[in-house]
């Protein structure tokens, strides 16, 4: 089954700072990968996706993500962090199961970014 | 473009009654939408894929005949819960793939916050 693991709960960083926010998956067959970005009490935004290509995959504001297939990990990172991006971040692997491509999502990443 | 709205935003509603949420793809046709629930910070569990003009495809566990959905036009699909509960109280996002594209390409709606009492 396919699955999406984000370890850490809540990431802290200072303003300025780089950011990286962490995601490992387990698929079958070659991965779509996906971030999102959640606001409280919105509906998901899109960031960034991986289908095929080059393993760094530049995004919405300015984000980014690392494609890893050997550690099979699929890090999103920024290289200086604003107060604006504390928000809920979701990493997410298409399931093609069903036919449906539906997608998996992981349990979210807590992102604060202190002034 | 690719914007997906949400109706009601909030809803509050009594335990025993039904209540409709509506997503709509405001500027693209969608052919497959989908519902998601997520309970307060936790993730997204997918709850149903409908495409148009045919019946939705729960997951399991999810009550089809307590979670209705209905997709009956390439811009517009309902979800209602019947007889709500306590427990059903939670958050529904509505996520919508463009006709034509591939469906793990989903655009999101911002989400309706139901609240059983």
């Known amino acids: 089954a396919q699955s999406v693991a984000q370890p850490e709960d809540q990431v802290n960083v200072a303003e300025g700072n780089p950011l990286t926010v962490k995601c490992t998956y387990s698929v079958s067959g070659n991965p779509y990968l996906f971030w999102y970005v959640q606001y409280p009490n919105r509906g998901l935004q899109f960031l960034l996706k991986?289908?095929?290509?080059?393993?760094l995959v530049k995004g919405s504001y300015g984000f980014e993500a690392e494609f890893n297939k050997s550690q099979t990990s699929f890090h999103l990172k920024k290289p200086s962090a604003l107060v604006s991006d504390s928000a809920l971040y979701f990493c997410a692997v298409r399931d093609p199961s069903g036919g449906y491509n539906k997608l998996i999502f992981g349990a979210g990443t807590r992102l604060a970014v202190h002034p | 473009g690719a914007v997906v709205s949400q109706h009601p935003s909030w809803v509050i509603c009594k335990s025993g009654t039904s209540v409709k949420i509506e997503c709509r793809s405001l500027?693209?046709?969608?052919?497959?939408m989908f519902w998601y629930r997520q309970f307060p910070k936790q993730s997204l569990m997918l709850m149903a894929t409908?495409?148009?003009?045919?019946?939705?495809?729960?997951e399991q566990g999810v009550e089809k005949d307590k979670f209705l959905i209905n997709h009956a036009s390439l811009t517009l699909s309902t979800l209602t819960v019947t007889s709500a509960h306590p427990e059903d109280s939670s958050f529904y996002i509505c996520s919508a793939a463009i006709s034509g594209r591939a469906a793990y390409e989903q655009y999101f709606g911002p989400g309706t916050r139901l609240t059983v009492t």
């Open positions: 409908s495409n148009e003009g045919s019946k939705a495809t729960y």
């Open positions: 500027d693209f046709q969608a052919t497959t």
């Open positions: 991986y289908i095929t290509g080059d393993n």
